[in-house]
């Protein structure tokens, strides 16, 4: 049996365990991702001296906490979710004192910073990787990962059907004849987390970033660091549907949560109320609350709210069971609509669902930007913490028009895995009207960006009223100084028209629309702020298509 088989017993995920009100349980946090975000040095990649500098604008947006994706030395073979060497910054983002300096900034100015970690993987140019192919089989370096015998007469097959998230089956063989499994890309073999050195390696490199002056970790595929005792085959021909929707042997294992119970311990040595944030696709929101028990982490993802359509009716019911399954364990609910990994939700609500990146026409740009405009003061107004990704706040699209040649995604590359079109969302992003990059550096970027991104720069938007940007600043003005909104596990739903929501928090009420008409709606009170053009007229309010309309009831 695995040594973190989950026990029952181990848990104390009660619901009369006394809550005090931390700034994580209603905090908003912005993902940026370094090479995409500004360009210190003119290389064409972001870096982080470049996030550095640019943090008064994220105070002036009026966030709580910067989540920055990996800058761990790593050859890069998937955006740096390949650590070689995790007490390290890659050379391409500087060094550990830029690391110590952003930190340290980011403090004076009252942003918290939370790092990503990778404990699911590590680069194949990981020392104990290298070691472990230079020792052979039954070394004892091979041991911290899963290295296997294949099957058939010579062992010419995979030692079982798991299949990588990437496409392709999920082991590669080696010269000595062994396998190792690798969950993504070949270039990230998975680490047994059975073995503890495994387990003593991470609680360090916890402790050595919390020295460093950290806030806090998200982790990278918390939901796969322990596998099915005997890695069982799966038996199915059509894995990649499974996943988030059951529980696999390779994810969502029980054992995970004996791992997240040893990490609250160390967090919990540190002054200032340090987090661990979970990047956990599980079947259902009450899968992802058994990650959020008062003694393991303290935020969970919500995948459910995220991949959940335009439409007033599915939106409500995602609402209420994910307040149902966080209330028992005492956790904040999380909402995000955009990160790294996924379509920009600015286009992907432009189109009905299965059309993905595909934006046809203008009329198609504008619809999308409506929706997700809409669609963010929803979220805003939600109990719980919210997660904005860099750009949003601008209202980019994904940019769907890329040449292959300059695509970087592995997936891309794979052909039967994810769409593999990561890359679209991962532009860097417009600070100027003009110039090589737009104001992202002075040397071009990385991957190229549309030439109508001066028009969405934050220049081109800076101080004007109606805007994306200003919108986002407004809301998180008014959010931040209500007292009925963030923190909460309730809404009060009230009466709404077809295809409109209107729920009641405290002295606010929110009513948005998700239909492509008009509705009235009683004028609660005073227009706090909307998405889009309202008017009164004989006590009711009159919400356009796709807006979202916040009131103050007294």
Request: net charge negative.
């Amino acid at each position: 049996m695995s040594q973190h088989s989950a026990d029952p017993a181990e848990s104390t995920a009660v619901a009369t365990v006394a809550q005090s009100r931390d700034w994580w349980r209603d905090a908003v946090i912005y993902q940026v991702y370094p090479r995409s975000f500004a360009d210190s040095n003119g290389d064409g990649m972001g870096d982080l001296e470049g996030v550095r500098a640019r943090l008064p604008y994220l105070r002036d947006l009026g966030v709580d906490a910067v989540w920055l994706s990996p800058f761990y030395a790593s050859p890069q073979a998937d955006a740096g979710y390949d650590v070689a060497d995790y007490r390290a910054v890659d050379p391409m983002f500087g060094n550990l004192l830029d690391a110590d300096a952003l930190i340290r900034d980011a403090r004076a100015l009252g942003l918290r910073i939370i790092v990503d970690l990778v404990p699911n993987h590590s680069s194949d140019q990981h020392e104990w990787f290298k070691r472990a192919l230079e020792e052979g089989p039954g070394s004892p370096l091979r041991e911290r990962y899963h290295f296997r015998a294949g099957k058939g007469e010579n062992g010419e097959l995979p030692p079982n059907d798991w299949e990588s998230i990437f496409g392709g089956p999920a082991w590669t063989r080696v010269a000595d004849g062994e396998w190792y499994l690798h969950l993504f890309a070949p270039e990230q073999p998975d680490f047994n987390w059975d073995h503890p050195a495994v387990g003593d390696e991470f609680r360090s490199i916890l402790r050595f970033w919390l020295d460093m002056g950290v806030d806090g970790f998200r982790i990278d595929v918390a939901h796969g660091l322990v596998k099915a005792p005997g890695l069982p085959d799966l038996g199915s021909h059509d894995q990649l549907k499974l996943l988030g929707n059951d529980v696999m042997p390779f994810f969502d294992q029980d054992g995970v949560h004996a791992i997240y119970r040893q990490w609250r311990t160390v967090v919990d040595e540190y002054a200032g109320e340090r987090i661990l944030v979970a990047e956990a696709w599980t079947p259902t929101v009450e899968r992802t609350a058994n990650y959020v028990r008062p003694d393991e982490l303290h935020q969970a993802f919500n995948f459910q709210y995220l991949g959940t359509e335009w439409d007033a009716a599915e939106l409500r019911k995602v609402v209420d069971r994910t307040l149902e399954a966080m209330r028992p364990v005492g956790a904040p609910a999380t909402w995000v609509l955009s990160n790294h990994d996924v379509t920009r939700h600015a286009t992907r609500f432009a189109n009905p669902p299965g059309l993905g990146t595909q934006i046809r026409t203008a009329g198609d740009r504008e619809l999308g930007l409506r929706r997700a405009r809409a669609a963010t003061m929803l979220m805003l107004a939600l109990p719980g913490s919210a997660y904005v990704y860099q750009g949003e706040e601008l209202g980019l699209p994904d940019v769907v028009d890329l040449p292959d040649e300059v695509r970087q995604d592995p997936a891309f590359f794979r052909g039967a895995g994810q769409d593999g079109f990561r890359d679209g969302c991962r532009v860097p992003i417009p600070w100027t009207r003009e110039g090589s990059s737009y104001g992202f550096g002075s040397g071009g970027s990385w991957l190229p960006q549309p030439d109508s991104w001066g028009e969405l720069s934050v220049e081109a938007q800076q101080g004007v009223p109606g805007s994306t940007l200003e919108l986002y600043r407004s809301a998180l003005a008014v959010r931040r100084g209500r007292a009925d909104l963030g923190e909460g596990d309730t809404v009060e739903w009230l009466r709404a028209p077809e295809g409109a929501l209107a729920f009641r928090r405290g002295k606010f009420v929110c009513v948005t629309n998700t239909t492509g008409e008009s509705v009235n709606v009683p004028a609660y009170g005073r227009v706090l702020l909307a998405s889009g053009e309202v008017t009164e007229a004989g006590g009711e309010a009159k919400v356009p298509a796709d807006t979202t309309v916040w009131f103050a009831t007294a």
